[in-house]
């Protein structure tokens, strides 16, 4: 192909790249709760020698020493900063969290719980997900829409009554804690799993709850949303027989590269974790509660008012579907990133060094924009304003 061709293709890249990186690190307010900020330093990893080498617990490849050391120190971090006896760090993602626990551990049949899709269920794990391509029978918990939660009293007739082989806590909407005791009932004998992808980083912090002491077998979920790490996965459980279940099927059954720039990258986000988790993960509820009160007293709708909003990085607006989409697209247009749920999450923010004060002001610019109140551009010199005022992140070892 034509040189001038290729150094086109090159040269739009490039562009594009730049463009997003000054776009979304330096010019956006982003409240997408499925997000976070790594570390430089946990982001260099990802551009490391790593990111081009196998290995295999066969030791089929030569050369893995020190990546193995790597895989050994991540599982120790892990095991640590979540007090579980076993963990592993070869999921790539959180969404193949669910693919390896539900493969090890059911059979086609299998009666499986989670939260409804349409009350913010994760879909990967329903009907329109892993349910049909495992030939998994999808039961959902009884669900309180006012209070965004499962209602623990018809839970437990629910599994007394299907004695589902699996029931799976946590959900991609997830304002409050679950009452996981109180939802099992005494006799109950199967899989206990909680999916914490969004809360994983409130776990490790202390300041959510804790599964693997409250009754579950294993918690596992993504790396890169309230956890600050790089996209990712982690499993952890207490009970040695489930997880050796567990471990067995990873690979070469379900992951095969490992991809292990990205447990680096992880490594060191977990390691500030064990230095700075509960101050970080304390800041981002007071931060969520601060905003929706802020958003509440501008006469924003936001959900669960009698259960004092969330006790989590979210904070879900009171909007129907059509409302929410085109609320979306008009925060877009004013730099403000959120999702069409609404689902607005303060983990990004509350990394920026962000606190309740920033709070008020974010939920007067987002008050201000959906009513009209100010031109889109005053609203957009407003937040380039606030996201200039906090360019550094806190909660880090990248500077010291």
């Given at each position: 192909m034509n040189d001038n061709v290729i150094f086109s293709y090159v040269r739009e890249l490039r562009s594009k790249v730049k463009e997003h990186e000054k776009w979304r690190t330096t010019c956006?307010?982003?409240?997408?709760?499925s997000e976070n900020f790594a570390s430089p330093e946990s982001r260099s990893y990802l551009s490391s020698d790593l990111s081009n080498r196998y290995t295999a617990r066969d030791h089929f490849y030569r050369g893995t020493r020190f990546a193995d050391e790597i895989e050994e120190l991540a599982?120790?971090?892990?095991?640590?900063?979540?007090?579980?006896?076993?963990?592993?760090?070869?999921?790539?993602?959180?969404?193949?969290c669910s693919l390896i626990v539900f493969m090890s551990l059911l059979r086609p049949g299998n009666k499986i719980v989670t939260c409804p899709p349409k009350h913010g269920g994760y879909p990967g794990s329903s009907e329109f997900g892993l349910g049909p391509l495992l030939s998994l029978q999808n039961l959902y918990f009884p669900y309180d829409a006012e209070r965004m939660n499962i209602i623990p009293s018809e839970t437990r007739n629910l599994l007394q009554s299907e004695q589902p082989e699996m029931t799976v806590f946590g959900s991609s909407f997830i304002p409050f804690p679950y009452n996981i005791k109180g939802s099992l009932p005494p006799d109950y004998k199967g899989f206990r799993i909680y999916d914490g992808s969004h809360v994983m980083g409130l776990i490790a912090g202390g300041s959510f709850q804790d599964p693997l002491r409250e009754g579950c077998n294993v918690l596992m979920g993504s790396t890169h949303k309230s956890l600050f790490g790089p996209q990712g996965g982690l499993i952890l459980s207490n009970d040695k027989d489930v997880f050796s279940a567990i471990d067995s099927k990873v690979h070469p059954g379900i992951v095969d590269n490992i991809h292990w720039n990205r447990v680096a990258g992880l490594s060191f986000a977990m390691i500030e974790l064990l230095k700075f988790g509960k101050k970080y993960s304390s800041q981002i509820i007071r931060n969520s509660q601060a905003l929706a009160h802020a958003l509440h007293d501008q006469s924003i709708p936001v959900k669960c008012k009698t259960s004092g909003f969330t006790k989590s990085h979210q904070v879900i607006l009171g909007y129907d579907e059509n409302e929410s989409l085109k609320i979306a697209d008009m925060l877009q247009e004013c730099d403000i990133i959120a999702d069409i749920g609404i689902r607005l999450g303060t983990s990004e923010v509350t990394r920026r060094g962000m606190k309740e004060r920033e709070m008020e002001r974010i939920?007067?610019?987002?008050?201000?924009?959906?009513?009209?109140?100010?031109?889109?551009?005053?609203t957009m010199k407003r937040v380039h304003s606030l996201v200039k005022e906090f360019s550094e992140l806190e909660y880090t070892l990248s500077r010291e």
């Open positions: 956006t307010l982003n409240l997408i709760s599982v120790k971090l892990a095991k640590k900063l979540y007090r579980a006896k076993f963990a592993d760090v070869r999921a790539i993602s959180g969404h193949t939920a007067h610019i987002i008050a201000d924009a959906i009513e009209s109140r100010v031109s889109k551009r005053e």
